[in-house]
């Protein structure tokens, strides 16, 4: 019986990345692996981590500055109107989760362009078609 819990003679095959550098030829186990966010272990990381933390700061401005603005100037903000609307309504209703849409739209964006950076490519591929074909039940046509 074969002892499957050691590497063999020290050769690996080729893994796939995320797009970062490889640093030995060695399989990681990465649910065990402790990942910290603040020091990210590779650039492909570290540049996602840019984009999601630059987003969740401008996410944060969209969501609590109209209210800040509203508990810190509340005259200002409740005598202004927009298309018949308080502007701090506006801005927390109206404001908020367009701007999270739009946020969203971003970071797909940007992640794209990392992902093109990286070289990752999320495309699945396709088996080669069978000699039988699959019929909609689950079992074979004839």
Known sequence: MTDNSSQSDGTAPDIETDGGVQTSRRNVNYLDAQINIFK???????????????????????????VTATFLAPDVMTSI??????????LTAMGAPSGALILSFIYAR?????????????????????????????????
């Open 110 to 142: 940007k992640r794209d362009q990392l992902d093109e950076k990286y070289g990752i490519d999320h495309s699945t591929k396709q088996a080669a078609p069978d000699t039988e074909t699959v019929a909609p039940d689950g079992g074979t046509e004839q």
């Open 81 to 90: 109107t927009v298309l018949g609307f308080p502007l701090h309504y506006l």
């Open 40 to 66: 990210p272990a590779t650039p492909f990381m570290r540049d996602h981590l840019k984009i999601v933390w630059t987003m969740f700061v401008v996410w944060a401005i969209i969501v609590f500055g109209p």
